[in-house]
């Protein structure tokens, strides 16, 4: 994930079944590994993606203010800043959910992401009344999986994500972070090279996070590329490459999140991680 450090100022699928998104699927064990994607991955790659100088007016002012940002393929990018300073309006820009009300929002040039090639998990899955095979089955579908296939992709898919045993449990009775595992996995149907990450484990108890970012880590360990918004400083430190930090639907700064931890280029970074900026 590249776009040259931007010192100080510069820039589910959907999930699966309800947008333009849909896993390079990943494997537990070897012998589960889900089947190397079947379409042409060239045709399906994204990058670089880009927002040039995009921005989205809601309420009567630009919530996302000519923000520049560009993702290209490897790392994870945690999306950074206070409450309402557009992170989850650039999230839906980057997934083609939203258009931009002024600028560009590019996938390898064009205006639409390839089929497929962008995955979302929100910060509360919309799981299907259906089992929890079901829920993955049923994403497969969706991405145009062979029917005989489903079942076994569905079933590796699962045991990545450490939901074996709640296979024929309905979806909706998992626990918070057996669900969020679920609307990975289920992301990851589509064999997406982008993940984008919206707040995943802000309902969730420490340990539950802690396996959603061990799954995120061994799906980016496999090829995908992860962009997640998080309020959770400990959280980026634990599985980003780099910072972005918005302010006021601004990027504020891009940063190697090691340096960013240890000396935030903007003052708006600093500000944030002394619980200075609360707006
Ligand atoms: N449909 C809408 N109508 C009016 N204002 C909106 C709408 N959607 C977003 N906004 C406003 O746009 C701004 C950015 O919203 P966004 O959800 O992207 O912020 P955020 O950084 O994700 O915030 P949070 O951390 O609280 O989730 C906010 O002030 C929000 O209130």
């Given at each position: 994930?590249?776009?040259?450090?931007?010192?100080?100022?510069?820039?589910?699928?959907?999930?699966?079944?309800?947008?333009?998104?849909?896993?390079?699927?990943?494997?537990?064990?070897a012998?589960?590994?889900?089947?190397?994607?079947?379409r042409?991955?060239?045709?399906?790659?994204?990058?670089?993606?880009?927002?040039?100088?995009?921005?989205?007016?809601?309420?009567?002012?630009?919530?996302?203010?000519?923000?520049?940002?560009?993702?290209?393929?490897?790392?994870?990018?945690?999306?950074?800043?206070?409450?309402?300073?557009?992170?989850?309006?650039?999230?839906?820009?980057?997934?083609?959910?939203?258009?931009?009300?002024?600028?560009?929002?590019?996938?390898?040039?064009?205006?639409?992401?390839?089929?497929?090639?962008?995955?979302?998990?929100?910060?509360?899955?919309?799981?299907?009344?259906?089992?929890?095979?079901?829920?993955?089955?049923?994403?497969?579908?969706?991405?145009?999986?062979?029917?005989?296939?489903?079942?076994?992709?569905?079933?590796?898919?699962?045991?990545q994500?450490?939901?074996t045993?709640?296979?024929?449990?309905?979806?909706?009775?998992?626990s918070?972070?057996?669900?969020?595992?679920?609307?990975?996995?289920?992301?990851?149907?589509?064999?997406?090279?982008?993940?984008?990450?919206?707040?995943?484990?802000?309902?969730?108890?420490?340990?539950?996070?802690?396996?959603?970012?061990?799954?995120?880590?061994?799906?980016?360990?496999?090829?995908?590329?992860?962009?997640?918004?998080?309020?959770?400083?400990?959280?980026?430190?634990?599985?980003?490459?780099?910072?972005?930090?918005?302010h006021?639907?601004?990027?504020?700064?891009?940063?190697?999140?090691?340096?960013?931890?240890?000396?935030?280029?903007?003052?708006?970074?600093?500000?944030?991680?002394?619980?200075?900026?609360?707006?």
């Open positions: 994930m590249s776009e040259p450090a931007s010192r100080p100022a510069a820039e589910q699928a959907a999930a699966p079944l309800s947008g333009p998104a849909c896993g390079r699927p990943a494997g537990a064990r012998a589960e590994r889900p089947a190397a994607p079947t042409a991955a060239a045709a399906r790659d994204p990058w670089p993606v880009r927002l040039d100088r995009v921005s989205v007016r809601r309420g009567g002012r630009a919530a996302v203010d000519a923000l520049t940002l560009r993702l290209d393929p490897g790392g994870v990018l945690a999306l950074m800043g206070p409450n309402g300073a557009g992170k989850s309006l650039t999230l839906r820009l980057l997934a083609g959910l939203i258009a931009p009300d002024e600028g560009a929002a590019t996938w390898a040039g064009r205006p639409t992401p390839p089929r497929g090639a962008v995955g979302v998990v929100f910060q509360r899955p919309a799981l299907l009344r259906r089992s929890t095979l079901g829920n993955v089955t049923h994403a497969l579908a969706l991405a145009g999986a062979p029917r005989r296939a489903r079942r076994a992709r569905a079933m590796a898919l699962l045991a994500a450490g939901l045993h709640r296979a024929d449990a309905p979806a909706r009775a998992l918070g972070g057996e669900q969020q595992r679920l609307a990975l996995a289920r992301a990851l149907a589509c064999a997406p090279a982008l993940l984008l990450l919206d707040e995943p484990t802000a309902n969730l108890d420490p340990r539950a996070t802690a396996q959603v970012e061990a799954l995120l880590r061994e799906v980016c360990a496999q090829g995908v590329t992860a962009l997640v918004v998080t309020h959770d400083a400990g959280q980026a430190r634990r599985v980003a490459d780099e910072v972005a930090f918005l006021n639907g601004r990027l504020t700064e891009r940063t190697p999140a090691r340096e960013f931890f240890a000396r935030p280029a903007s003052p708006e970074g600093r500000a944030y991680l002394e619980g200075r900026l609360l707006l």
